[in-house]
C-alpha cells in the first residue's frame, strides 16, 4: 500500500518562494526514486524534477533550472522541492510520484507507478 503526500503549495507573489514537501508511505527513498511534476489547467501533465532513490542524482526540467532544488531527507523520509524566484506560469497543481528505482531517474509521466493527490501553487500580485 503506497501513498503520497504533498504539502507546501500555496498563493505566492511573483519572486517569492515555496518549498514543497512529499511524505511517502510504504516504500523507501532508498529503492525509489521521485519525481516532480506539475499541470496547469488545460495543459498536459509535465515533469519537472526528480531524485534517484539509488544515487541520490538528480534530474530538472529546462524550464526549472537554476530556480528549483530537488532533495530528500531519507530519516525523515521526506522529498522535498525548494522553488525560488516564482513566476505567474508555475501556477499549477504540483504532484509528486514514485518509480522502483533506477540509477538515473526521468521526469517521464508514463514511468512512474504512484501519485500523490497534488498541491496547489498559485503566483499572483
Known amino acids: 500500500q503506497v501513498q503520497l503526500v504533498e504539502s507546501g503549495g500555496g498563493l505566492v507573489q511573483p519572486g517569492g518562494s515555496l518549498r514543497l514537501s512529499c511524505a511517502p508511505s510504504?516504500?523507501?527513498?532508498?529503492?525509489?526514486?521521485i519525481g516532480w511534476f506539475r499541470q496547469a489547467p488545460g495543459k498536459e501533465r509535465e515533469g519537472v524534477s526528480c531524485?534517484?532513490?539509488?544515487?541520490?542524482?538528480?534530474t530538472y526540467a529546462n524550464s526549472v533550472k537554476g530556480r528549483f532544488t530537488i532533495s530528500r531527507d531519507t530519516v525523515k523520509n521526506t522529498v522535498y522541492l525548494q522553488i525560488n524566484n516564482l513566476k505567474p506560469e508555475d501556477t499549477a497543481v504540483y504532484y509528486c510520484?514514485?518509480?522502483?528505482?533506477?540509477?538515473?531517474?526521468?521526469?517521464?509521466?508514463?514511468?512512474?507507478?504512484?501519485w500523490g493527490q497534488g498541491t496547489q501553487v498559485t503566483v499572483s500580485s
Open positions: 510520484a514514485a518509480e522502483k528505482t533506477h540509477y538515473y531517474c526521468s521526469v517521464y509521466v508514463e514511468e512512474y507507478d504512484y
Open positions: 510504504g516504500i523507501s527513498l532508498d529503492t525509489y526514486s
Open positions: 531524485i534517484s532513490g539509488t544515487s541520490g542524482r538528480t
